[in-house]
């Protein structure tokens, strides 16, 4: 049996929606996490442009990790090419999240070899002589939104900015190793493991 509820949303609407979730929240501080997507049937991956959309709102309290930086473990970049392109194949991201977690670290660094890409959940920086470095947009990354802010705000503030690829032992003698995500925003590492 499947059940279809149909309507429409109007800006008004939805900002009412997101602002009644805010308040049902009674959180101080929040990240909202808005998914919009379009099927024209359950378990379908083809598209029609005649689909209806599906929305998903989410709201997460967001707090501050009391640690002054997160900690890192590396491991083996395990997933697929085209990690450009985001699907639902997350299970390299969970495992290596769980090992993360279990060796009480916030976050795993995947490199290929010697050459670091991203992290399960996020991009990775490095700075080094006053240079920040990240892996360059490729099929080998998922070009992060607050990456792409992190790299306007270094060039903003006239920092130099190189997209190549670097290595763990760039990773270790960095001055500084710098995560972003959409859930982390821009957090510095303290400390990483391999």
């Known amino acids: 049996m499947q059940c279809v509820c149909i309507f429409l949303l109007t800006k008004k609407h939805f900002f009412d929606l997101i602002n009644d979730l805010i308040n049902l929240s009674g959180y101080e ?57 985001k699907t639902t ?21 995947f490199h290929r070899g010697n050459t670091i890409t991203e992290c399960a959940h996020s991009n990775i920086f490095i700075l080094k002589n006053e240079e920040l470095v990240t892996h360059p947009k490729s099929e080998l990354i998922l070009p992060g939104i607050t990456r792409g802010l992190l790299i306007d705000i270094a060039k903003a503030n006239h920092i130099n900015v190189c997209e190549r690829p670097f290595s763990l032992k ?7 190793v710098i995560i972003t995500s959409t859930t982390k925003l821009i957090k510095s590492a303290n400390r990483f493991v391999s």
Request: glycine share 2%; charged share 25%.
């Open 170 to 176: 760039d990773l270790s003698d960095a001055d500084e």
């Open 29 to 85: 501080s929040y990240s909202i996490y808005i998914s919009v997507s379009r099927n024209h049937n359950e378990r379908c991956h083809s598209y029609r442009p005649s689909a209806s959309t599906n929305l998903l709102i989410m709201i997460n309290e967001f707090s501050l990790s009391s640690r002054d930086g997160l900690y890192l473990i590396t491991e083996k970049d395990r997933r697929y090419y085209y990690c450009n392109i």
């Open 89 to 109: 194949n997350l299970l390299p991201a969970v495992l290596a999240s769980t090992k993360a977690e279990d060796s009480g670290c916030d976050e795993a660094i």
